[in-house]
């Protein structure tokens, strides 16, 4: 009798586990669609601490352009590869190929629409995050596979850069040391969310011929860097937290870097959790949700 209850609690755990991470959030992962809600939350959270009010325009722009670049790549991965597509989110583009490209137009004339409502400066600062998409797309099509070794970084960049045009557009006040340092932790961890993500994929990306920083540093030299910008991010949040804890506002901002570096430490030590069903891409993209917590 014992044996049979034993046997039905991780059935049961199983079965939860697949119905929210192998059910619909699947698919709103597949396209993009938390990586788009986290970016808005994300600029929502600058906005807070840079003491910015963000137009809905700016907001809706931003949505349309990360969801954009994130459906172009995925596209440009599933049209340009010899191989067959190994993952969900890229079956899902390579099997809807068209539908999504439609989409994709539709969305980047959207966004040019709505742009002619944003502030000048916002134009100026979203001009030169796009030519950085732009040359992100222009190496991964003229370069080698083999010698493209900074997606991750660019990446990293392109998304935390695009998270920032709004609140830094529209500042009336120079940016503290302490907003600077918090700026560069956001940096850091999107950076070192895409490196376990290709920790986690270095298979799969092999054999797809995909590039990334881990190919090219190899999976050891990979894990010490992972576990060296955790560590760090921790460390200086940690820090920041109590040295800034008579401002309320950037106090809590660090505490919430820090839970986000925390979430993004166990997605990394417990691969025999995070590796099923892809719980780790979920759950690294979800972490931009965090900053909800002060919002």
């Not at 629409?113 to 100026?124: A, D």
């Not at 120079?174 to 070192?192: D, G, H, K, R």
């Not at 820090?239 to 839970?259: C, G």
């Amino acid at each position: 009798m014992n044996s049979k209850k034993t046997k039905s609690i991780p059935l049961r755990r199983d079965f939860f586990c697949n119905l929210l991470f192998m059910g619909w959030y699947r698919y709103v992962n597949a396209l993009s669609l938390d990586v788009v809600a986290g970016a808005v939350i994300s600029t929502l959270f600058f906005a807070r601490l840079l003491a910015v009010k963000m137009p809905t325009e700016i907001m809706v722009t931003l949505a349309l352009a990360v969801w954009t670049i994130y459906t172009f790549d995925h596209l440009w991965d599933a049209y340009r590869s010899k191989h067959p597509m190994l993952t969900f989110r890229h079956q899902i583009h390579q099997k809807h190929f068209r539908k999504l490209a439609f989409m994709t137009v539709l969305s980047l004339l959207a966004g040019l629409f709505l742009m002619q409502r944003l502030p000048g400066t916002t134009i100026s600062y979203g001009i030169a995050i796009s030519l950085m998409v732009l040359f992100y797309f222009l190496i991964t099509g003229w370069l080698s596979t083999t010698t493209i070794y900074h997606k991750e970084i660019l990446i990293a960049l392109i998304y935390t850069g695009g998270v920032l045009v709004g609140p830094l557009s529209l500042r009336h006040h120079p940016i503290s040391p302490t907003e600077v340092v918090l700026m560069v932790q956001f940096l850091l961890l999107a950076f070192v969310n895409l490196l376990i993500f290709a920790y986690y994929e270095s298979d799969i990306d092999r054999l797809q011929q995909f590039p990334s920083l881990l190919a090219s540093i190899g999976s050891k030299m990979s894990r010490y860097l992972i576990v060296i910008t955790l560590s760090l991010i921790a460390t200086i949040s940690l820090v920041l937290v109590f040295y800034t804890i008579n401002d309320h506002i950037v106090a809590s901002s660090y505490s919430i870097v820090l839970i986000m570096t925390g979430i993004l430490t166990l997605v990394f030590y417990f691969p025999r959790i995070f590796a099923v069903n892809d719980r780790f891409r979920f759950v690294g993209d979800a972490i931009f949700f965090v900053p909800l917590l002060v919002l």
